[in-house]
């Protein structure tokens, strides 16, 4: 069984930076393209970035310059560099495995709050 799980997320001040980490376990992960979510109140979960196996990667235009997704397969794991919050990045990030460079996976981690505030 394939399980995800998200760490790293907390309260930051605007213009401060953090660093998302998810691990996988039950799946051969290296094979997978791997991808960070995330969802704001009220709102619908929006793509945030993604990188295949063979490490291409693609980002929202509201984080790109500002985030880099990387992955260490020999860890399973994904992380998500957060530089230059804003108030506007305040969200539940959730980790996904599997899918396409574009399309997301089937499995999905819990979810880490990332709130930005001053």
């Known amino acids: 069984q394939v399980q995800l799980v998200e760490s790293g997320g907390g309260l930051v001040q605007p213009g401060g930076s953090l660093r998302l980490s998810c691990v996988g376990s039950?799946?051969?992960?290296?094979?997978?393209?791997m991808g960070w979510y995330r969802q704001a109140p009220g709102k619908q979960r929006e793509l945030v970035a993604r990188?295949?196996?063979?490490?291409?990667?693609i980002y929202s235009a509201s984080v790109k310059g500002r985030f880099t997704i990387s992955r260490d397969n020999a860890k399973n794991t994904v992380s998500l560099q957060m530089n230059s919050l804003n108030f506007e990045d305040t969200a539940v990030y959730f980790c996904?495995?599997?899918?396409?460079?574009?399309?997301?996976?089937?499995?999905w981690g819990q979810g880490t709050q990332v709130t930005v505030s001053s």
């Open positions: 996904n495995a599997g899918g396409g460079r574009e399309l997301s996976g089937p499995y």
């Open positions: 039950g799946g051969i992960f290296s094979l997978y393209a």
């Open positions: 990188i295949t196996s063979g490490r291409s990667t």
